[in-house]
RNA sequence: GCCGAAGUGGCGGAAUGGUAGACGCGGCGGUCUCAAAAACCGUUGAGGUAACACUCGUGCGAGUUCGACUCUCGCCUUCGGCACCA
């Protein structure tokens, strides 16, 4: 479809290719780390290259660049770098699909891209670009991987982990949304395997810490949910007449204030014990029960309102403070990866242990009174803070109270241990698929796992591995790779063939940039302890308990390595909102991708720009419309047009009042302008900018201005219009006879008085209702002001026969006449 | 269910205690043109009027205030996050 829009009167496509030669030849976007301006670390997500950069890139990138080009001209030494996030499994299906290899499928599309990403005249300088596929590179997450291992950070576990069948691989946690694949849907099955992790919940209670940062509240509330913090306490149930190797059954409670309500202990079906508990007479039917959860799928069995289910193993606990002996259960509501995978049942008070109770009738036993009870069945579980009952010696406390001293009371005893519990599990990052880092580990049969040595890194990926559609690892049947000698006694052995998660890639590649090429170690310490943190980070709200998260976890950990001094990686976040169309967010599969290339050919990058800049609040996002592109073309020609106004034609000498009305105009767009970028209000930035082009436009004001007041407006616009539209700025700015580049001019300053009203419009209000607007002086005095509206015909016609009660006068702006 | 954000003309949005609808899109009328496009000028919340006046109007209902899109309380709707986490 070729899209329909104006055209613009200004040679578009010369003027850019133009300055971006120009730009390049003269290195005007050279990051210099002895530059000695303070810096500014303006960073933007890089992109996955998948092969086409379509709208939603250029409106993350755009308001970037807007961003990191404000700071310059506010006299900052601005990084903003730009690379690829070049693994990823697009790149292997490319493989499999059209047997094109991964490497040379991304580096063609990295190649197009960066043109793509050129043609929006980007600040970039990209000589600090970073490709995250390349050997310099991911040897460095190989080389942070054994740093971990050191420090136990990385470790190998057999347990339990989810698998995406359509992708062959296992996926963390956080790439499972609602029971399904992040990238592509797929219902996620479970899978017993060895598996790689990150100890990132060593760092639960720190990453828990967000007082270091400025981020939106949202994604702060995002990760504390994912971390998910309980206070509570482990309570030992006693199974000592099962004659076990363990005498106790273990449960996790929030709510230890109602432990002398326990009527039943359910385990989660996994459980190890399950077996041992269960009696013969019951065997059978908790047999049946554990295969049906086993084939109930992670989507059925975390649905909220599924019906809760158990069967009794017909063995029996005792409650130690009560001596009470209690029915053990096995449910499929209790998580086995959850607290100690076995649950206190308390029906009084918890909602679904008083399902439970109803379902398979077990005694509920109140023990937290609610106000004015008085003995009476409950008919629902009461949940809220009471009165200790039926609570031996806590009886009468407060549950609040109850609570503390419960929990110490057991500690005391030795019954328990007061216990942090976190949602958010350790990061997995074991992948099973070809086209990532692989991870520097061998299996030694006489030395057990072994490191590789960090003097052999980095372990390549093989280029002649084979892509077949059996949904198998290419490395793991590639022999060559997998055979190897053992680092420590050099007989045979095998290696890793599992390669790392992408997300390791992007958790540190912003301490790359600083020193993209440096081949010593991970970066050059000095460049990155000059930039880092990075002061301002935008992307997509997406990535808020993934890339953020472990971005986080890596810093904090690297910290601790010592090698580098901050806790956060990103001081400042701002999230930019999604471009749709037609109704929905872009994508191939719904065929409503609008292509910023067609676009660039027809208005220009300049237009484009400002177009998606202009559609709402940088933050919400919008909708792509083909006609709303016109009013920015219009903006872009009509500041075309007023800097083809011939200069030999203005007045000798400015009129005053003109004068002084331009000059407050372009005090005021000065102020809101800045204030409005600084802040991502771009929408609101460009119509100030355009109000102020519409005042030069006003017609033959060549007659009321001089040639020196005329430049230092239209120069003016060029420079505050420069971060928006970097091309266009420039070519007039030249064409006003300026030598430098627009982008290295300051930002303008304004004076507050200059841009203060002399005239305003005093509003008269009767009754707090608009009743007569009254041009008066700026500074007329209030009584001045009672004087000029009683005069007016219209304020007289409304308190005619009225008596006045009351005047409020706010000084320049209204009158409110108050009567009855 | 819990947490959070949002609801304003035909449309995108502006205004966060003081003129609601800036700026732009679209529409309508006009100028120019053989004609169209572009451009320019005018107009554009609803009702009402010959025109003014005036009345109504920021999801709904209350409240605070001289004055509420804005603050408070209670609802409704939409979107986002979490969700059997003990």
């Known amino acids: 479809m070729t899209p329909k829009t104006i055209e613009t009167r200004f040679p578009h496509a010369n003027i850019e290719s133009k300055w971006q030669k120009k730009w390049q030849e003269s290195n005007l976007y050279k990051v210099d780390d002895n530059d000695p301006r303070p810096k500014w670390y303006e960073l933007t997500m890089y992109p996955y290259p998948s092969g086409d950069l379509h709208v939603g890139h250029w409106y993350a990138m755009t308001g970037a660049d807007i961003h990191a080009r404000f700071k310059t001209m506010q006299g ?17 299906n490319a493989a499999i699909e059209r047997g094109i290899h991964p490497h040379s499928w991304t580096m063609d599309n990295i190649k197009r891209m960066r043109d793509q990403l050129a043609s929006m005249g980007p600040m970039y300088d990209w000589d600090r670009e970073v490709v995250t596929c390349v050997p310099e590179y991911y040897k460095w997450n190989q080389w942070f991987f054994l740093q971990f291992y050191k420090k136990g950070l990385a470790y190998r576990d057999y347990a339990p982990v989810n698998w995406c069948p359509s992708c062959a691989t296992v996926l963390a946690n956080e790439q499972v949304i609602d029971g399904t694949c992040e990238r592509c849907d797929t219902t996620v099955t479970h899978r017993d395997m060895n598996q790689w992790f990150f100890r990132i919940t060593e760092y639960a209670e720190e990453l828990l810490d967000q007082s270091k940062m400025d981020w939106p509240e949202r994604i702060n509330t995002m990760q504390t949910n994912w971390i ?10 006693d199974i000592s007449e099962h004659n076990l190797d363990t005498d106790e059954l273990i449960t996790f409670t929030t709510r230890i204030d109602t432990v002398y309500g ?13 077996s041992l508990l269960t009696t013969p007479d019951q065997k059978a039917a908790v047999g049946d029960y554990i295969n049906n959860a086993r084939k109930a799928s992670e989507v059925e069995r975390l649905a909220i309102d599924r019906e809760k289910t158990g069967v009794f193993l017909g063995s029996y606990c005792v409650n130690p403070l009560t001596g009470d002996r209690i029915p053990i259960l096995i449910g499929d509501y209790v998580l086995n990866t959850y ?3 076995i649950v206190m049942g308390v029906p009084a008070h918890d909602e679904r242990d008083f399902i439970f109770a109803k379902k398979y009738d077990l005694p509920i036993k109140v023990v937290v009174a609610p106000k004015d009870w008085n003995g009476e069945e409950l008919d629902a579980a009461y949940i809220d803070v009471g009165t200790q009952v039926n609570s031996s010696q806590f009886d009468g406390f407060s549950s609040t109270e109850g609570k503390k001293l419960i929990a110490d009371h057991i500690e005391t005893n030795k019954l328990g241990t007061k216990t942090i519990n976190y949602r958010m599990r350790d990061w997995l990052i074991s992948r099973q698929r070809y086209w990532g880092t692989p991870i520097p580990m061998v299996y030694c049969d006489d030395c057990g796992i072994v490191p590789v040595k960090e003097e052999d890194l980095p372990v390549l990926l093989p280029e002649d591995a084979e892509f077949l ?8 049947v590639h022999d060559k790779f997998v055979n190897t000698t053992c680092p420590d006694c050099a ?5 890793e063939t599992d390669t790392m998660d992408t997300f390791v890639d992007s958790s540190w590649y912003f301490l790359r940039y600083a020193s993209p090429k440096y081949s010593e170690s991970a970066f050059e310490e000095k460049s990155a302890e000059l930039w880092n943190p990075v002061d301002q980070y935008t992307g997509g709200v997406e990535h808020a308990v993934m890339h953020l998260l472990y971005s986080r976890f890596f810093v904090k950990a690297t910290r601790d390595l010592g090698l580098i001094k901050y806790d956060e990686p990103f001081k400042r976040l701002f999230n930019q909102g999604t471009i749709i169309y037609k109704g929905a967010k872009m994508s191939k599969s719904r065929g409503n991708v609008i292509a910023p290339d067609d676009y660039v050919d027809i208005v220009g990058a300049d237009t484009v720009r400002t177009y998606l800049m202009f559609i709402g609040p940088w933050e919400q996002g919008g909708e792509w419309n083909d006609s709303g592109i016109n009013g920015a073309a219009r903006w872009l020609n009509k500041v075309w047009d007023i800097s083809n106004l011939d200069l030999n034609t203005f007045a000798l000498a400015s009129n005053p009042d003109t004068e002084r009305d331009l000059n ?3 005090h005021k767009t000065i102020m809101r302008v800045g204030e409005d970028i600084e802040k991502f209000k771009y929408n609101t930035a460009i119509s100030t900018l355009m109000q102020f082009t519409n005042a030069l436009s006003e017609d033959k004001i060549f007659e009321k201005i001089d040639i020196d007041q005329w430049l230092h407006l239209t120069r003016s616009l060029y420079v505050m219009m420069a971060p928006i539209t970097p091309h266009l700025s420039e070519e007039l700015w030249e064409k006003s006879g300026m030598k430098s580049s627009v982008h290295t001019q300051k930002w303008p300053k304004y004076d507050e008085n200059m841009a203060k009203d002399d005239k305003i419009t005093l509003v008269v209000q009767v009754n707090g209702k608009v009743r007569a607007k009254i041009s008066a002086s700026a500074n007329l005095t209030e009584s001045d002001a009672n004087e000029i509206a009683m ?18 006068y706010v000084p320049g702006k209204l009158l409110n006449i108050v009567a009855n």
């Open 76 to 92: 900052y030494n601005v990084l903003h770098p730009m690379g690829f996030d070049a693994f990823g499994l697009n790149a292997e």
């Open 228 to 237: 998910g913090k309980s206070d509570g306490v482990e309570f030992k149930f």
């Open 262 to 274: 326990v009527t039943f202990v359910v385990l989660a079906p996994e459980h190890p014990l399950v």
């Open 339 to 341: 607290g100690t995978g």
């Open 469 to 476: 559609p059996t949904g198998e690892s290419p490395l793991a």
């Open 491 to 495: 007989k045979p052995s095998k290696r």
């Open 664 to 666: 407050r105009l372009l």
């Open 791 to 808: 005069e007016d015909s219209g304020v007289q016609k409304h308190t005619e026969g009225l008596e006045i009660r009351k005047i409020i």
